[in-house]
């Protein structure tokens, strides 16, 4: 079975995307500029690295010399995660700013993400927002996507996170021209590159962020368009800039781990983006490796192949490792099945409903065959250790 999976990275033939040449290579293995809407491997040249440091810098400045005129010098998105704890130090701390920490609680952060911020929160005196009102919208925008995706090219998970993260962007922003602060800052890591650089252009927060689906009358009103950009907003004139620091600012994860450990911002093993990861994602990815035999972080695995062959064996051993887990919904359980119901189905119909689309996609025989490459090897696997 293990000629189907290309022989330089670890992504199987007949994954959404993927499909292997004559030799046994995969679309991207062939050639280092290919990108599909799963993955694309973003390079910032070092001359746009330069610009966007020299605009940091003045945007800092700015906000230093403006201190004492505003309340607030800029909005963070602050999720109770170590990189947007870890920013909301740098800002008060090394910085003297006041930002304004704005969360959007999208009906599933975690009791960790929360802990997190009664703790930071306790030693950092900023004035904090928490959104709650929105949750009923994030829950109907998941909802859709799990019963609507069935697509040729991408993942649930891959679409589902884009549009959640849009509208939690979008409520930070709108909080951002209601306050009149010129700023708003996230703490994306510098490998979280996939859709931007730096900065969210204007164009996009105007334009991208209000999808489509929001318009289907049968599930969202009025009470649901109002978390995204009015026609009043964006023509204010006072669209915020929507900047991601760490881009360009030094970041070393075992620093910023160190950081909000040491200063007893995040417990000792909380800082885990394991713990953090929305369950969100935990279920999607179930969907997708039933739906599709594949899941996301599998591109991600690969990449880290490809740019490191010798870790090859290491990446495949993880992805066979936790794919049976994560076919049989073993991996993040009680996660996963807390999400589905509060999207209001159970693990079971989830399952049917993932079968019913599957008997009509015309790439089925190939979805099968990596279930069944994945399972086959689970069970070798139980085999061993049990004579271990
Ligand atoms: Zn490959």
Request: negative net charge; charged residues 25%.
């Amino acid at each position: 079975m293990i000629e189907h999976i290309c022989k330089k990275c670890i992504l199987p033939h007949g994954f959404l995307g993927v499909s292997l040449g004559s030799e046994g290579l995969c679309e991207f293995c062939t050639d280092p500029d290919h990108k599909n809407v799963n993955w694309s491997r973003t390079a910032i040249d070092q001359e746009r690295r330069n610009q966007a440091l020299t605009d940091w810098k003045l945007v800092v400045e700015k906000m230093q010399i403006e201190h004492e005129k505003c309340s607030y010098d800029c909005i963070l998105g602050y999720s109770g995660g170590k990189d947007s704890t870890a920013l909301l130090d740098y800002l008060v701390n090394d910085l003297g700013l006041t930002p304004l920490a704005v969360t959007t609680d999208t009906g599933f952060m975690t009791e960790i993400a929360k802990d997190n911020m009664k703790d930071t929160l306790a030693q950092i005196n900023v004035d904090h927002v928490l959104i709650e009102d929105c949750i009923s919208t994030f829950t109907k925008l998941y909802k859709w996507h799990f019963f609507n995706h069935n697509s040729k090219e991408t993942f649930l998970a891959r679409g589902i996170c884009d549009y959640c993260s849009d509208l939690i962007h979008s409520i930070v922003v709108k909080e951002a021209i209601k306050q009149e602060i010129p700023y708003v800052l996230f703490g994306y890591s510098p490998a979280q590159i996939f859709r931007y650089f730096y900065e969210m252009p204007q164009e996009e927060v105007i334009e991208a962020w209000k999808p489509e689906l929001i318009f289907d009358e049968l599930i969202f009103d009025e009470s649901d368009h109002k978390w995204y950009l009015n026609d009043g907003e964006i023509n204010s004139g006072i669209l915020p800039r929507v900047l991601l620091p760490y881009h360009v600012i030094p970041y070393r994860e075992q620093d910023i781990i160190k950081l909000v450990e040491s200063k007893n911002y995040i417990k000792k093993g909380h800082a885990d983006p394991l713990l953090t990861n929305c369950n969100v994602v935990h279920a999607a990815t179930f969907y997708d490796f039933n739906r599709y035999g594949g899941i996301l972080y599998a591109y991600q695995y690969a990449e880290l192949v490809r740019q490191n062959p010798e870790s090859r064996k290491k990446w495949l051993r993880t992805l066979k490792m936790s794919a049976p887990l994560i076919l049989e919904n073993n991996f993040k359980r009680k996660e996963v099945n807390l999400f589905f119901s509060q999207i209001g189905v159970t693990q079971e119909e989830m399952q049917e409903h993932i079968q019913e689309q599957l008997e009509q996609d015309p790439n089925k025989k190939r979805i099968l065959n990596i279930i069944a490459m994945f399972q086959k090897k689970r069970k070798t696997r139980q085999v061993a250790v049990l004579t271990q």
